[in-house]
């Protein structure tokens, strides 16, 4: 006799929480080496593109004096990830967190074993070759792969394996910027697609592992130290922000669009998919010519626009150069990620703003660092995300009223103007569909008994050798109890006596379905006069 659990509960967390959570510590830790061996490999490819020597050294790509040779390193960098895709996975190609996404969602959390070893070597060549990407989509994505590759190897189910990739993907973002609890935000609003325990905790110590130990190889954070900021929780800033916030939110729609117009005018060209990186490597080589700084992941150039000195040189050469640098790169099909390039962007934005307005160089670091939580809110499409991640890679605490505005200002932006976000718009054009709005099940709020049959002549009068729900569960539960057995219907039993009350079917269940469409649809004004005459009262 089967029916649903007899204790009703506010979490459906079980003990298998602990096992998940344990894995994850070694998930974390294996994160944090991959995090700093990419690190580690952009950096000597970047000497040996750039400077010819082996060196682990962090340098620039700007600092080179190839010359005009500078124009053919990019090129070669993108044919070698050409023949990577081509020959190894072309899975590698792209920014990683769509396909991470694509891995949870259609895959069973399945990642192959090659993608943990050809992802971050081919975005160590892409970035080393002065592609101008960040590093943490290939760090998010390679962690999500060792995260897979445990679970594979372990007797779990769907569900878990997920938790164990979403888990290395956190935790490959909490080690390369420092940022912990944005990286379980991260997770929530991108990655989970669920807000529950079972899952949130072992993503949080994966998390929280990988910032422990990202000190002794990395150091400590932040990541972009800003100069003091006072003042900032005046008006004229929180208004400042609004309007700033709202202007990203349009920029960062039509960034998302232009990436995606310079990969349709890809798909047009009648050459194999593997030389096109290798194309976009042109334009990335003609780009730094004009714009060396463009070359590269470019934090150097966060950590000026934050600092509040850029020369307006920079900022233009960010907003024109590096932008069309790497839409048309990303474009291509090569493998970089997208959030250092995104944060760059909003940064100028604002620390553009901050010029145009002749404030001091604190203020414009305060405007930098909004313009790039406001960015990051409005494509990504994750606010919150955004307003952590900055306040944690800066520790600047008194930007939070006015950060808090503009990202969510941008989000508001963004979500009404575009359909999809730069990361799931790649999941539209492959035939997938997800939604981004999470929300309690509408049958988590209706009871059995309030949509069952009552009790007739022709309904059993004590429980069957079958299964049955309680009349107080929810018709949540009962849903998964039929679908689970097959039923369509299903007898009622009251809990205090054991006996059969009524019966649930599935006609039932959408009547319960169909309350939760009324609440969404119907409106009612429930404040409204009504004469003394009409209200029954003398």
Known sequence: MKSEPSILKDFTVDRRVWLLSGVSIGIGLCATLLAVLLLRAIAFSTNIFYYHRFSLAPVSPAGSHLGHWMVVVPVLGGLLVGLMARFGSDKIRGHGIPEAIEAILLHRAKVAPKIALLKPISAAIAIGSGGPFGAEGPIIMTGGAVGSLIGQWMHVTDA????????????????????????????????????????????????????????????????????????????????????????LGLIAAGMSRMMYAFEDLFEHLHLHWMWWPAIGGIGIGVGGLFFPRGLGVGYDNIAELLHGTPTIGLIIGILLAKSLMWAFSLGSGTSGGVLAPLLMIGGAVGALAGHLTHAPAETQALWALIGMGAMLAGSLGVPLTAILFSLEVTHCLPALLPLATACIASYLITSLIMPRSILTEKLSRRGYHLTREYGVDPLELVLVREVMSPLTKDTPTAPLPAAYSYSDSTTRGAAELMAMEGLETLAVVDRSNGQVCGELSLRDLLRGRERSLERESERLRLFSYVPPEQDGHN
């Open 160 to 247: 878990e394996r997920t938790t164990l990739l979403v888990a290395g993907a956190a935790a490959g973002m909490s080690a390369t910027f420092a940022t912990p609890v944005a990286a379980i935000l991260l997770a929530v609003e991108l990655l989970l697609f669920e807000w529950r325990p079972r899952s949130l905790v072992p993503v949080a110590i994966a998390s929280v592992t990988a910032a422990l130990f990202r000190v002794y190889w990395l150091g400590a954070g932040p990541i972009f130290p800003m100069p003091v900021i006072t003042g900032t929780h005046g008006a004229p800033f929180v208004i400042g922000a609004l309007f700033l916030g709202a202007l």
